[in-house]
């Protein structure tokens, strides 16, 4: 990854010379998510907030084509759990300051955090992409079920967040991505205390 910065605040920069190193970027992200992560991505049409959605989703194990729902709003994947972080691991290894990849992590390590799924598959973690670019007011959110999707267990990646606002719940991850000259500059700032774990760990991965 090129010239990342990172500071106390939460907020990690980082520099993304073309669409491969979005798509890193977006494993990267993967490595660090747990069940019930909500992620903002901001950023003008063809900025890369979709292939950032389909390098994390790639990276958990999805091998199918990736589009952004303009008109359906939410795409929803049922992805390998096992590629998950354990959100009490992370906190230990921030702690400590240490440099284990996320990905190699025993099953054993995240055995209880997926207990309350959904469907009852502990192998499975839902996660929904949204696009709200064609949303024309926030309440339509209601009307879709949105309390069902962001039960607390499933990852949102969602595009266009702006658009739902005053209904979405808060963001763990806030990414705004913005058009550079030979590039793209990404920020992601953290907005909660997973979201600040999720970000200093990734700051260590770059």
Known sequence: MSNSQYNKKSLLTVFLPDES???DLGAQ??????PGTIIYLDGDLGAGKTTLVRGFLRACGHRGAVKSPTFTVVEPYALDYNKFYDYNQLQVDLKQNDRIDPLTISKTDKSDVNSKSRDGNKSLQKVYHFDLYRLEDPEELEYL?????????????????AKGEGVLPKADVLIKITHQKQGRGVELRAESELGKAIVSRLALSL
């Open 29 to 34: 992200l993967a490595a660090q998510a747990q």
């Open 21 to 23: 190193a979005m798509i």
């Open 145 to 161: 079920g949105i309390r069902d999707y962001l039960d607390g267990q499933a990852i949102a990646l969602i595009e266009w967040p």
